[in-house]
């Protein structure tokens, strides 16, 4: 298997990746019971040295679901008709998975409160707005 490029000075060595091929399921006719097109690939995510411990735990914490007990990230793809397209589907879910994990973390979000002229303008506006819909009440007539 190729490496696997994430970006620029960072790539996945193929002795970290594996793939197995299988029978797909659902519709597709003779086709999904002939052909092996489903795509399942396998990152060693415990064992690869290119990642540091701080990355593998974001993505074993974005990916939690899809990481094995053995430490294997398992990706899976069975959208196309052909394995080379799952396949690299498959590749390109895992480069997408690992650029996420790369990324700074958000920033935590700091509760802010209103200052004071801010409550006393909106406060201000309300009460002009009730007294804009008030005077569109029903006028009384002389009938």
Do not use: W
Not at 31 to 56: G, I, Q, W
Not at 83 to 97: A, G, H, I, T, Y
Request: charged share 35%; aromatic share 4%.
């Amino acid at each position: 298997m190729d490496p696997l490029d994430i970006r620029p000075g960072l790539t996945l060595p193929p002795y970290d990746l594996s793939a197995a091929f299988s029978r797909s399921g659902g519709p597709g006719g003779q086709n999904v019971n002939k052909v092996e097109t489903r795509v399942e690939l396998r990152f060693a995510l415990d064992r690869t040295e290119v990642l540091s411990p701080y990355v593998k735990n974001r993505l074993r914490s974005l990916a939690a679901s899809r990481v094995t007990r053995e430490g294997e990230l398992v990706i899976v793809s069975q959208r196309f008709r052909s394995q080379p397209r799952n396949l690299e589907d498959c590749r390109e879910r895992l480069r997408e998975l690992v650029l996420a994990a790369l990324a700074p973390p958000p920033k935590p979000r700091r509760k802010t409160k209103p200052s004071r002229g801010a409550r006393e303008r909106r406060l201000a506006e309300k009460s002009l707005h009730s007294a804009k819909k008030r005077s569109r009440g029903a006028v009384s007539g002389d009938d």
